[in-house]
């Protein structure tokens, strides 16, 4: 069977041109964006920054120095204020993060939310 371009291309055109293409920007609902860079400020514009009680600078997993935390497992964490601006607005919610541990057998809490 042979069909030419054009009897392919025509109707994959039209389909394309009769549906809307919808892409989710980062930004949307976005509640907080932390890029460990030295500092624990939101960069989100919302304001929910922490505070850093003991974690120190290490490389990222591309080898970016000071671009990652290195916590100790028991005292390091990073304290950010319980507001009602953690709390989001509708459900269900993602948390995206990268993590490495370097003891499985037990793995403490990574993220907790008192809103």
């Known amino acids: 069977m042979n ?9 994959f055109l039209l389909f394309l041109s009769c549906h809307d293409l919808y892409a989710q920007s980062l930004n949307d609902s ?15 514009g ?23 935390y290195l916590f100790n497992g028991t005292s390091d ?13 509708s459900f269900p919610i993602s948390v995206s993060m990268w993590l490495k541990s370097n003891d499985n057998s037990s793995i403490g809490t990574v993220f907790k939310n008192d809103v």
């Open 30 to 44: 976005l509640i907080a964006h932390y890029t460990f860079d030295g500092n624990s400020s939101d960069n989100s």
């Open 77 to 89: 964490y990073i304290h950010y204020l319980s507001n009602s601006k953690f709390k989001p607005t």
């Open 3 to 11: 069909l030419s371009l054009s009897k392919i291309a025509i109707p």
């Open 46 to 68: 919302n304001g929910n920054h922490g505070t850093l009680f003991g974690p120190t600078l290490v490389p990222d997993r591309f080898g970016n120095n000071n671009s990652a």
